[in-house]
């Protein structure tokens, strides 16, 4: 079955990098698109960036130029890779599988300032 297993998170100051990854299993991950959404306590949650198969990339507004994502084929991971975090970028981090519609546990990122 399907499975994505999100690491990386946790408590930094503003200004700071972090780097989520999420491991998946049990599809052909080098043909899926892969996204990375987050939830703040209290809101929807909203999509962060997408990687295509091709490795062609998007990103919301809010993390344009702070936030990369890639992803390692070989290992079946994508990675968010979050600088000059903001204490707005506090939330769960969630992987999705988008083909298959597959969601992670989350990974808390909590930003103080």
């Known amino acids: 079955q399907v499975q994505l297993v999100e690491s990386g998170g946790g408590l930094v100051q503003a200004g700071d990098s972090l780097r989520l990854s999420c491991a998946a299993s049990?599809?052909?991950?080098?043909?899926?698109?892969m996204s990375w959404y987050r939830q703040a306590p209290g809101k929807e949650r909203d999509l962060v960036a997408t990687i295509f198969s091709h490795y062609g990339t998007s990103f919301a507004n809010t993390v344009k130029g702070r936030f990369t994502i890639s992803r390692d084929n070989a290992k079946n991971t994508v990675y968010l890779q979050m600088n000059s975090l903001k204490p707005e970028d506090t939330a769960v981090y969630y992987c999705?599988?988008?083909?298959?519609?597959?969601w992670g546990q989350g990974t808390q990122v909590t930003v103080s300032s």
């Open positions: 999705h599988a988008v083909q298959r519609d597959s």
């Open positions: 049990g599809f052909t991950f080098s043909r899926s698109t």
